[in-house]
């Protein structure tokens, strides 16, 4: 790139390149075994907490009865619980348990050894400084959107 830098022709950028890494992690097949629908209900209760299941459909923009499906599969695997709301007794809420907060750092670990070990066999050190320096304003981009 020139020092001319037009703003959409860096957002386009990143747009392509962090969706094409986007796709290629979602679809990488990792010893979990867990459904893509699994793998998302099961991150958004362990970043975001204990919720009940319409709140994680309508999240997730999908079915009640398709995400009660995903769920009693999580929950069959010893990954979610279902617990009475402290608030409300007559609502269930599902957490994450144990078994699937270990689920997650497994995968999570095992998508960061791939991609250092990507990186180190793909990539000169000027380059991993240059996406070191990037990955801050990355971040800082996704916050303000």
């Known amino acids: 790139m020139t020092d ?4 959409a022709d860096v957002a386009a950028a990143l747009l392509t390149g962090v969706g094409a890494l986007l796709r290629r992690l ?36 999908i079915t009640p009865q398709a995400m009660g499906a995903t769920l009693s599969a999580l929950q069959a695997r010893g990954l979610i619980a279902r ?15 144990p078994a699937g907060s270990r689920v997650l750092t497994e995968k999570r670990s095992a998508k960061t050894e791939l991609m250092a070990r990507v990186l180190a066999e793909e990539f000169t050190p000027a380059q991993l400084k240059q996406l070191a320096a990037a990955a801050p304003l990355i971040e800082r981009l996704a916050h303000h959107l």
């Open 83 to 97: 617990n009475s709301d402290p608030a409300d007794r007559r609502r269930v809420v599902l957490a994450v348990t």
């Open 26 to 61: 979602r679809h990488l097949q990792l010893a979990d075994a867990l459904t893509m629908p699994e793998r998302t209900a099961l991150s958004r209760l362990d970043r975001e907490g204990p919720a009940t299941s319409a709140e994680l459909a309508r999240k997730e923009q």
């Open 4 to 7: 001319d830098l037009d703003a």
